[in-house]
């Protein structure tokens, strides 16, 4: 489906990444980019150095033993790891308020954070199912589609609710029913403009479709790593668990319900902790 002309060109209003953010996007594809650049591109930018030492030591990000330098940050955590950590901080400084999907101002940023998470979860339940690094920077990014919607979108969350219950779909259809497209085409045309690896592409494209078009082992964790962050009580609003979900994709991670409950309950451990480390409760 066409995006409408009004959305393409809030996407191109809308603020890019930050420049470290971007940098670090290129190091990903770029396997010449060695960590002494690396570490160049956030030493500049105090902002993000604090982040990363702070959010570094914290053991999802594989932490007991402490990062004390930015080099040492490149070193242990690696390019992916460290783009998590800038671009989820960015998510979070964002706050955004979204009427359209009835969710408040760190609710957005805080199902990213528990996106990705899961995937990490996802990553230490099914360590040889191949879910690459860049997975739980996709699962962060999942949903940008919907800083573009709401922002530019005149619309009331009412008439989504108000055209899922008439037609009888899913609310990302509604979505889609309403406005020629939905939230995942929006962020997958944000992620091509702004240069993101194709997988992570990919994965913000297919998060909701059902089937999913081109499974891959980021697709399928991005899929779960919604349902996981959902499902700890994080991003739900007015969609909730009004989710259609492609029965494959558990199937291919070999994913059996108690482990699925394995993952969330890690991501909420996780979740917690990152909470506290930027102070919140
Ligand atoms: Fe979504
Ligand atoms: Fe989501």
Known sequence: MAIPQGLLQGIDRLDPLPATAQRLMRALQDEEIGPARIAEYIEFDPAVVSTVLRVSNSAAYGGW?????I????????AARLLDIVIGDYLRRLKVNAPLYDLAEDDLW???????LAVKALQKERPRAGIPET?????????????VMVRFLKADVKQILARRDQRNIAFVEAER?????DHAEVGAEMARRWGFPADITAAIEQHHSVPVTSPSPTVDAVVLANLAAKAVGTGLGAEAMDLRLDEEVGRRLKLG????????????????????????H
């Open 65 to 69: 033993q402490r990062v004390d330098s």
């Open 177 to 181: 029913d309403l406005f020629g497209c």
């Open 71 to 78: 080099r040492d940050a490149v070193v242990r955590l690696g």
């Open 135 to 147: 997975a739980s920077i996709a699962a962060l990014v999942h949903d940008i589609g919907k800083l």
């Open 257 to 280: 319900f108690a482990d699925f409950s394995r993952v969330c309950i890690q991501t909420m451990t996780w979740l917690k902790e990152l909470k506290t480390s930027y102070g919140m």
């Open 110 to 116: 805080l199902h990213s954070a528990a996106a990705s």
